[in-house]
C-alpha cells in the first residue's frame, strides 16, 4: 500500500482549490450580472416585470441550491445538449446567487429616501438617468458590505457541485479520502482551507459594515 | 426536444416520497429546537457570559459559519469514527444540523440582545436580581421576538440546506428523488417533483413560524 504524507494529501487539495475559486468568481460576477437584470426588474414600473422578477427570486430562494443543480445537470440533457458538469455547476450557482443579489440590493435601493426621487425627477431625469446618476452612487455604498457577506455564501454554496460531479474542493477531498483512508484529517484540511477563503471575506463585511455604521451614525 | 414527460412512476413511487417529505420535516424538527437552544445559550455566552468562554463560542461560531454544510456533515460522519465516535445517518446529519443552525443562530440572537435598552438591565439590577436572572426573566423573550423573522428565514435556509444529507445516506426528500430517478430514468420529472414539494415546505414552514411567533409573543414589543 502506497503512503500518503499530510504534504501529499493538502497538495492535493490546494490544487483543487483553484477550481472552487475560479468557480466562486464566475458565479459572483455572472450573478451579479443577472443580478441587477433582475434588481431592474423589480423595481420596474411594469407590473409584469415586477411579478416576474418576484417569483424567479421566491423560486431560487425557495428550494435547495442542490435540486437546482440536479435540475440543470439533467435537465439540460432533455435538450440533447451533453451538459458537462462544470456548465450545470456554473449556471445554477449564476441564477442561485442573482436571486439573492437581486434582494440584498433591492433593500439597498429601497432604503434611499424618496426625496431623491423627487428630486431628480424635477431635473427633468428620466428613470435610467435617476438611477445611474443619483441612486446607485449612494445605494452602492450600503450594498458593499452585504454583498461581500453573501460572496462567503456563494463559495460554501460551491461545495454541492461536488454532487454532480464537477471536481473542486470538496469532490477532492472525497477522491483523496477514498485513496488515504484518513477522513478525519483530510475533511479537516478541507474544512480549513474553506475557512481560510471565507473567514478574510466575513471579516472584512463586518468591518466595511462597521464603517458605514459609524459614517452614518449622525443621521 | 423531443421528450416525453412521463409522471405514471408517481403512482408507483409515492411512499418513498412521503417518507423523504416526513423524513426532512424531523430533521428540520428536531434541528431547529435543539439548534435555537443551542443559539440562545452560545449567544447569552458571547454577550453576558464569562469571559473564558466567549473566544471560545466565537471560534466555535466563525469555524462553521465559514465552512459548507456538506463539509461538516461529512468530517461528522467520516472522519468522526476514526475518533471512535461511530454514528447512525439520521443521528450524524442531526447533529451536523444542530451545530449549523446553533452557530448561525446564535449570530442573530446577539444582535437581539445587543439591541435591548440599556435601561431593561438597570431596571433588572434594580429589582435585585442577578445577571442570570435578568437576562432570562426581563431580556430573552423581548430579543427573541425582536429577531424572530431573521431567525425563521435562517430555519427554513436550514431546511433547504438539509438536501444534502442524502450524500451520507439519509433518506430524506432528496434520497427519494435520487432513488426514483435511478429506478426509473426520469431525472427530470423526479427532481422536477422533489423540488416544488421542497418549495411548498419552506412556503409552509415559514407560515408555521410566523403562526408559532405569534403564540409564543404574544403582546407588542415595546420599543
Known amino acids: 500500500m502506497i503512503e500518503f504524507s499530510t504534504w501529499d494529501i493538502l497538495r492535493n487539495l490546494l490544487l483543487a482549490t483553484r477550481w472552487t475559486i475560479l468557480l466562486s468568481l464566475v458565479s459572483f460576477v455572472g450573478g451579479g450580472a443577472v443580478g441587477l437584470l433582475l434588481l431592474f426588474l423589480r423595481i420596474s414600473k411594469r407590473k409584469m416585470a415586477r411579478a416576474f422578477a418576484k417569483y424567479y427570486i421566491e423560486l431560487f430562494q425557495g428550494t435547495p441550491l442542490l435540486m437546482q443543480l440536479f435540475i440543470a445537470f439533467f435537465g439540460l440533457g432533455l435538450f440533447g445538449v451533453d451538459v458537462p458538469a462544470w456548465l450545470a455547476a456554473g449556471l445554477a450557482l449564476i441564477l442561485w446567487t442573482a436571486s439573492f443579489l437581486a434582494e440584498i440590493w433591492r433593500g439597498c435601493v429601497e432604503s434611499i429616501a424618496k426625496g431623491q426621487w423627487e428630486a431628480s425627477a424635477s431635473l427633468g431625469m428620466g428613470r435610467l438617468q435617476q438611477m445611474r446618476y443619483v441612486i446607485f452612487p449612494q445605494a452602492l455604498k450600503i450594498a458593499v458590505p452585504p454583498t461581500v457577506g453573501f460572496s462567503v455564501q456563494v463559495v460554501k454554496g460551491t461545495a454541492l457541485t461536488s454532487i454532480i460531479g464537477f471536481v473542486e474542493l470538496s469532490k477532492a477531498g472525497t477522491v483523496v479520502t477514498n485513496a488515504t483512508f484518513q477522513p478525519f484529517v483530510v475533511y479537516g484540511l478541507v474544512a480549513l482551507i474553506y475557512f481560510a477563503l471565507c473567514w478574510p471575506l466575513s471579516k472584512s463585511s463586518q468591518i466595511l459594515e462597521r464603517k458605514l455604521n459609524v459614517a452614518h451614525r449622525n443621521h | ?223
Not at chain 2, 461511530?86 to 444540523?97: D, K, P, V, Y
Request: with cysteine; charged share 10%; glycine share 8%.
Open chain 2, 1 to 223: 426536444m423531443n421528450y416525453v414527460f412521463e409522471f405514471g412512476w408517481l403512482a408507483q413511487y409515492y411512499p418513498q416520497i412521503v417518507k423523504g417529505v416526513l423524513i426532512t420535516l424531523e430533521l428540520i424538527a428536531i434541528g431547529a429546537v435543539l439548534g435555537i437552544s443551542l443559539g440562545i445559550f452560545c449567544a447569552w455566552a458571547r454577550a453576558l457570559g464569562p469571559a473564558w468562554l466567549k473566544p471560545i463560542v466565537a471560534t466555535y461560531v466563525e469555524l462553521i459559519r465559514n465552512t459548507p454544510f456538506l463539509i461538516q456533515l461529512f468530517f461528522i460522519f467520516f472522519g468522526l469514527p476514526s475518533l471512535g465516535l461511530q454514528l447512525g445517518e439520521l443521528t450524524a446529519a442531526n447533529i451536523a444540523m444542530v451545530i449549523n443552525l446553533g452557530a448561525y443562530s446564535c449570530e442573530i440572537i446577539r444582535a437581539g440582545i445587543q439591541a435591548t435598552p440599556k435601561g431593561q438591565f438597570e431596571a433588572g439590577a434594580s429589582l435585585a436580581m442577578s445577571r442570570f436572572e435578568t437576562f432570562r426573566h426581563v431580556v430573552l423573550v423581548p430579543s427573541l421576538q425582536r429577531i424572530w423573522p431573521a431567525l425563521s428565514s435562517q430555519v427554513v435556509i436550514v431546511m433547504l440546506g438539509s438536501s444534502v444529507v442524502s450524500q451520507i445516506a439519509a433518506e430524506d426528500l432528496t434520497f427519494a428523488a435520487n432513488f426514483i430517478q435511478s429506478r426509473t430514468f426520469r431525472a427530470f420529472e423526479a427532481y422536477m417533483v422533489s423540488t416544488l414539494i421542497y418549495l411548498c415546505l419552506a412556503v409552509l414552514l415559514r407560515q408555521t413560524l410566523a403562526v408559532l411567533g405569534g403564540f409564543i409573543f404574544p403582546r407588542r414589543l415595546v420599543r
